[in-house]
């Protein structure tokens, strides 16, 4: 079938799924019933189609009703990080061959004697040097070799090479050399994988461009596969429609695009849902705001600022230490290791510990029943009564209180001297110290003041810990938004077709030619209207957005200013060099007006707009709850209080204008809110929770 923005009635879902380390979400929109559906099943590692079936059996859904399919998946940020991509071969320019392995030459612990650089994903015997060079305008020094090229294609099929990754001098200038390089190992190894650098990034910096070809070469086997098998997967279940992976930046591409280029997927599931937030952010008219997302093995934050989720042009992918440069636009994501699933332990001088090894869906946290022993967040929450073991998943899955509290005593309680529920606070509150860093490494360390933000909280863990690094920042607000549990995938449905451009163009602000960069920008974006124009789906409008790197004169690194188009149509440097002073000054504390300012590259992004799901309402019901919204009495445990009588109710049965003073537990199908003592919970008319932070600790 031919998928279009407005859904045939014969097929009218649209369907999102992301896969995470302990759950599999689905959400689904029928634009004939303008109605959502939700799923939610344990990623079922090494057959994650399973886990995907599983989410949309449950929630009653035929594939053969869905004309778009939207994807997000961890598996190529975990292929990455736990180093089981494809035996990788890097082809690069002749006297380059280490440039991989000796990187920046930055040593960002100076004092660690036991510090260790980066660890290449190819071992220096799997890299090659090709004869040829161009110069730095893109024009030929030293013509390609390609007797060369072939006698290296053939010595890596004889060592059983599944991918390789080419990168040559200034192919950003010019790519010709790195196209016939990648054309002839093709020719020789038709079933390898193969990337070429500026099929990637089109900018200046051989390392980060180096390290982001041989990133997507690693995992691109593997990704690949497994898409394709999905695909399969799809077809054999009457899924007639068209299937599309979300990027890091939050935006669509098509499925052929994503498995060629499977690098643009690593954070796609955390950037579905910084996009979910903007969308409520818009509809309340909320311009800034932190969107803090905890499932059951990571906790990450991005930001919105003044509408629009922050991004950047490359990342780190590994911890800043031994990280390897991804050179590609993506949301703004800092990330930390813990989630419901991190395990915590008495290491050696009885330090407790908590992450960043996580129990996952297998065997998962003691109080599962599947096998574990070690105790988690999510036993320790179960532990002080936050959780009801028979009332999980909406009584879908029945939790082991007996087993959480028993592993609770040997392994934390007992060895530290301590009560079982004063093991359990101690596991949240050095939990809740981790996750506020991912908050500030978003904010504070971006020149932002956290305690300004509102901070929007989902993941199916989130709620559980809101208030408490709300406390911990000094954050007034929070928000906990419509299907928590379910908000990533929610997010996709929200994403829109994306397409990012960029162009290294190295000139002096002063000296810049407006016909020039007129240029190179209409350029970019007509190649952005083809893209979209070659997609199945048909977008309601498209939207192009301008930025550049710019930096002052001498300086290193560059910082991302996105250019209003009437600067451009004025041709008002003044109006650039101003935008550029304040975004600097934002970012790190400090700007130099007098001083006279580069700009480093180009960039655009081409947006094909979709159709939104409509705003969720509830209806306006007072400020009491009604009686049937209250569906118990506990006690729970607060570090301040102690063990306190706690009224727990339903979120379906609360209504707008609602208010409940805390304590107060909110239980949902795949989440549960904690309002602290000294907190006001409030629901606004489109059934979003907000959390008004006392001044108790």
Do not use: W
């Not at 979300?246 to 950037?271: D, W």
């Not at 129990?359 to 320790?380: H, I, N």
């Not at 093991?423 to 956290?450: N, P, Q, W, Y």
């Amino acid at each position: 079938m031919t998928a279009s923005n407005l859904a045939p009635a014969s097929a009218p879902l649209r369907i999102a799924v992301d896969i995470g380390g302990t759950f599999t979400d689905m959400a689904a929109f029928d634009e004939s019933a303008g109605t959502l559906l939700f799923g939610k099943a344990l990623s079922t590692h090494g057959r994650l189609v399973e886990g995907i079936q599983h989410t949309l059996d449950g929630a009653g859904i035929d594939l053969r009703n869905g004309y778009l399919f939207l994807h997000g998946s961890t598996i190529a940020i975990n292929t990455l990080l736990e180093r089981n991509g494809a035996k990788t071969a890097l082809l690069i320019t002749e006297g380059f061959r280490d440039i991989y392995e000796i990187g920046r030459v930055n040593r960002p612990d100076a004092y660690n004697l036991f510090f260790t650089k980066h660890t290449p994903l190819v071992k220096r015997s799997l890299r090659y040097e090709v004869e040829e060079r161009l110069r730095a305008d893109g024009s030929v020094h030293k013509p390609l070799d390609e007797t060369r090229v072939r006698e290296v294609a053939r010595e890596l099929k004889a060592q059983g090479v599944e991918a390789a990754a080419v990168l040559l001098l200034h192919s950003y200038r010019k790519p010709d050399h790195e196209k016939r390089v990648k054309e002839i190992l093709l020719e020789e190894l038709p079933h390898a994988f193969v990337t070429a650098s500026h099929e990637l990034s089109q900018e200046y910096r051989e390392f980060e461009r180096v390290s982001t070809a041989v990133a997507n070469a690693y995992v691109g086997p593997r990704v690949s596969a497994y898409l394709g098998q999905l695909e399969a997967h799809l077809g054999e279940r009457g899924f007639g429609g068209d299937f599309y992976a979300v990027q890091s930046t939050g935006g669509l591409f098509p499925l052929e695009h994503a498995r060629r280029e499977c690098v643009r997927m690593l954070e796609s599931g955390p950037a579905a849902g910084v996009i979910g937030a903007q969308a409520i952010c818009a509809q309340l008219g909320l311009p800034d705001a932190i969107a803090f997302d905890m499932g059951g093995t990571t906790a990450k934050a991005g930001v919105i600022s003044e509408g629009r989720p922050l991004t950047t042009g490359s990342a780190l992918v590994g911890g800043y230490e031994q990280a390897l440069p991804i050179q590609i636009p993506m949301m703004d994501i800092f990330e930390v290791g813990t989630g419901g699933g991190s395990i915590a332990r008495v290491e050696l001088g009885n330090a407790l510990r908590v992450g960043p090894r996580s129990a996952g869906s297998m065997p998962g946290p003691v109080c599962y029943a599947r096998g574990g022993t070690e105790p988690t967040v999510t036993d320790a929450n179960l532990v002080l009564g936050r959780l009801d073991a028979g009332h999980f998943l909406g009584g879908e899955m029945s939790l082991d209180l007996e087993g959480a509290r028993a592993a609770m005593l040997a392994r934390i309680a007992a060895p530290l001297g301590l009560e079982t529920v004063e093991a359990a606070d101690g596991i949240l509150r050095i939990a809740v110290t981790a996750m506020s860093h991912a908050v500030k490494a978003v904010t504070t360390e971006r020149g932002l003041d956290a305690g300004s933000f509102t901070m929007v909280v989902y993941g199916g863990a989130g709620p559980l810990h809101a208030s408490a690094i709300a406390r911990e920042l000094g954050i007034r607000r929070v928000l906990i938004p419509y299907a928590p549990g379910y908000f990533s995938a929610y997010g996709m449905l929200f994403s829109d077709l994306r397409y990012d451009y960029v162009r290294s163009v190295f000139r002096h602000l002063d000296d810049l030619s407006f016909d020039e960069i007129e240029s190179l920008y209409a350029s970019m974006e007509e190649e952005g209207r083809a893209a979209v124009a070659a997609s199945a789906v048909r977008p309601d409008e498209i939207v192009i957005e301008r930025s550049a790197d710019m930096r002052y004169v001498g300086q290193e690194h560059a910082v991302t200013v996105e250019l209003p188009r009437v600067y451009f149509e004025r041709q008002d440097r003044d109006a650039i060099k101003r935008h550029f002073d304040d975004v600097h000054a934002i970012r790190y504390g400090t700007s130099a007006p007098a001083e006279p300012a580069d700009i480093v590259s180009l960039r655009v992004t081409v947006l094909g707009a979709m159709r939104k799901p409509p705003r969720h309402v509830v209806q306006a019901g007072g400020q009491t709850p009604p009686e049937g919204a209250l569906r118990a009495t506990k006690p729970v445990y607060f570090r301040s209080h102690g063990q306190v009588p706690t009224p727990v109710y339903r979120r379906d049965a609360l209504l707008a204008g609602n208010r409940v003073p805390g304590p107060a537990l909110i239980e949902e199908h795949a989440s549960t809110t904690v309002v602290q003592p000294g907190d006001e919970l409030t629901v606004d008319d489109c059934g979003n929770l907000h959390v008004a932070i006392g001044s108790e600790r």
